[in-house]
Antibody, heavy 118, light 108 residues
Framework: EVQLVESGGVVVQPGGSLRLSCAAS????????MHWVRQPPGKGLEWISL????????YYADSVKGRFTISRDNSKNSLYLQMNSLRTEDTALYYC???????????WGQGTLVTVSS | EIVMTQSPATLSVSPGERATLSCRAS??????LAWYQQKPGQAPRLLIY???TKATGIPARFSGSGSGTEFTLTISSLQSEDFAVYYC??????????FGGGTKVEIK
């Protein structure tokens, strides 16, 4: 059974930094693209980043480019999101998600809540 | 960036009735379209990929159709567990992967 468990979400002040983690199990982690997707409270889904199986390719949404960094450690079956220069509009539930080949997302974690507030 | 537009924003349907949800892409995405279901307090779940292929374990009452820029998700006979928010997402031209704004299916 595929499991994705996010952690690291907290309340942080504007301008602060945070690192989210995602522990993956139930599949061969280093075979798959991984994503981060976020959802502000009461709103829709926004894709924010992906990383290839070997970390050679990373992409970001314009809204986070230059501030967020995605990474992975295949030896630990873990995905990360380093978030810097946080803004109030970054407040959201952050989901770790598994990609199917280079296409859609087939599994989602339960999310970790990041609140940016003074 | 491909913009995905879903309609209606809210759909009120009685249990047992048919629900038809629409998703439009700002340019062709071929058949590279997925549908997700999200219930309150839960993560999204993959329903449909390739515009019309059901994911593992998805009931037969769910079906997807369309290609190019116009897509439809149909729930043939709504069950109580189907009341949720549904999102479409294109994966033909990325980055970025883009989602529609969602359609909330509520009990009439």
């Amino acid at each position: 059974e595929v499991q994705l468990v996010e952690s690291g979400g907290v309340v942080v002040q504007p301008g602060g930094s945070l690192r989210l983690s995602c522990a993956a199990s139930g599949f061969i982690f280093d075979d798959y693209i991984m994503h981060w997707v976020r959802q502000p409270p009461g709103k829709g889904l926004e894709w924010i980043s992906l990383i290839s199986w070997d970390s050679s390719i990373t992409y970001y949404a314009d809204s986070v480019k230059g501030r967020f960094t995605i990474s992975r450690d295949n030896s630990k079956n873990s995905l990360y999101l380093q978030m810097n220069s946080l803004r109030t509009e970054d407040t959201a539930l952050y989901y770790c998600a598994k990609g199917f080949l280079s296409t859609y997302i087939d599994y989602w974690g339960q999310g970790t809540l990041v609140t940016v507030s003074s | 960036e491909i913009v995905m537009t879903q309609s209606p924003a809210t759909l009120s349907v009685s249990p047992g009735e048919r629900a038809t949800l629409s998703c439009r892409a700002s340019q062709s995405v071929s058949s590279s379209l997925a549908w997700y279901q999200q219930k309150p307090g839960q993560a999204p779940r993959l329903l449909i990929y390739g515009a019309s292929t059901k994911a593992t374990g998805i009931p037969a009452r769910f079906s997807g159709s369309g290609s190019g820029t116009e897509f439809t998700l149909t729930i043939s006979s709504l069950q109580s567990e189907d009341f949720a928010v549904y999102y479409c997402q294109q994966y033909n031209n990325w980055p970025p992967l883009t989602f529609g704004g969602g359609t909330k299916v509520e009990i009439k």
